[in-house]
C-alpha cells in the first residue's frame, strides 16, 4: 500500500507523519494503529521510520484491514513535549477518514513505548489496546496510573536479554495493572535483545489481536 508523507500543522506545532489509509476491501470504519517511534528516528527525514519492520509492513503490504499512522518528532525533544499535537493528529485523522474510534490501538517501540504508557494513562478513553514493544514504565508509574488503565487491554512485549528495558519491570507493571482488574499479558522474547521488533510485529497473532479490540468504556 502506498504510504503518504504528510504533516499537520498542529497549532504552533508542525508534525510530520506517516500514512496509510486501509484498503478499499477493509470493514469500513476500520481502525487505526497509532505508532511512536523510538528515540533514533526522531528529526525530520520520515524516511527514517521506514527502516523499522512495521512501518515497512504496511508499505509492502498488498491492503491494509486497519489505518496507519506514525507521526515523527524533532531531534532533541521527546513525545511529552509533542502530546498535545499527537493527539490533534489523532482527532484530525478521526474526523477525515472513515475510522471507528473506537478501535483505535497505540503501539510504541523504546522511547516510543515508554511515551505510550504515559499517553495511554493520561488518555485511557482515546484507545482500544496498548501494545508497548521494547519499552520502560515509567518509574512513577503506581496505583493511580494502573487504576486509569484497567479498562484498557495491554500487550507488553521485552527481549529476554534487553539491558536497556529489561523484561522485568514490564513483568510487573502487567501484574499490577492485572491486580488493579486490568486486561493485560506479557510476553518476553526468548532471546531477544532490545530489537524485537521484527519478532513481535511481524507476527499475525498480534495483527488479529489489535483488529478484535474494540472500546466499551468511556473515561476522559
Given at each position: ?13 508542525r ?65 511529552r ?43 485511557p ?15 512513577h ?36 495493572l ?17 530489537f ?7 507476527d ?17
Amino acid at each position: 500500500m502506498p504510504v503518504e508523507h504528510l504533516t499537520l500543522a498542529a497549532g504552533t506545532d508542525r508534525l510530520p507523519y506517516l500514512f496509510c489509509a486501509a484498503s478499499p476491501g477493509a470493514v469500513s470504519p476500520a481502525p487505526l494503529v497509532l505508532f511512536l517511534h523510538g528515540k533514533r528516528d526522531a528529526g525530520t527525514e520520515l524516511k527514517l521510520l521506514l527502516r523499522w519492520p512495521l512501518p515497512q509492513q504496511v508499505e509492502r503490504s498488498s491492503g491494509l484491514p486497519y489505518y496507519f499512522a506514525a507521526p515523527q518528532i524533532p531531534a532533541e525533544t521527546d513525545w511529552r513535549e509533542r502530546r498535545d499535537a499527537v493527539l490533534a493528529l489523532l482527532e484530525h485523522l478521526l474526523s477525515t477518514y472513515a475510522i471507528d474510534p473506537a478501535r483505535v490501538v497505540l503501539t510504541g517501540f523504546s522511547f516510543g513505548a515508554a511515551a505510550g504508557w504515559e499517553l495511554a494513562a493520561e488518555h485511557p478513553g482515546r484507545f482500544a489496546g496498548f501494545v508497548p514493544v521494547s519499552g520502560k514504565v515509567p518509574e512513577h508509574f503506581g496505583p493511580a496510573e494502573f487504576e486509569r488503565l484497567r479498562e484498557l487491554p495491554v500487550w507488553a512485549f521485552n527481549g529476554e536479554r534487553d539491558e536497556r528495558a529489561a523484561p522485568e519491570q514490564a513483568r510487573r507493571a502487567v501484574a499490577a495493572l492485572n491486580a488493579q482488574g486490568g486486561s493485560a499479558q506479557f510476553t518476553e522474547v526468548a532471546g531477544g535483545d532490545h530489537f524485537i521488533e521484527d519478532a513481535v510485529y511481524l507476527d499475525p497473532v498480534l495483527e488479529a489481536w489489535w483488529l478484535g479490540q474494540r472500546r466499551a468504556f468511556a473515561v476522559a
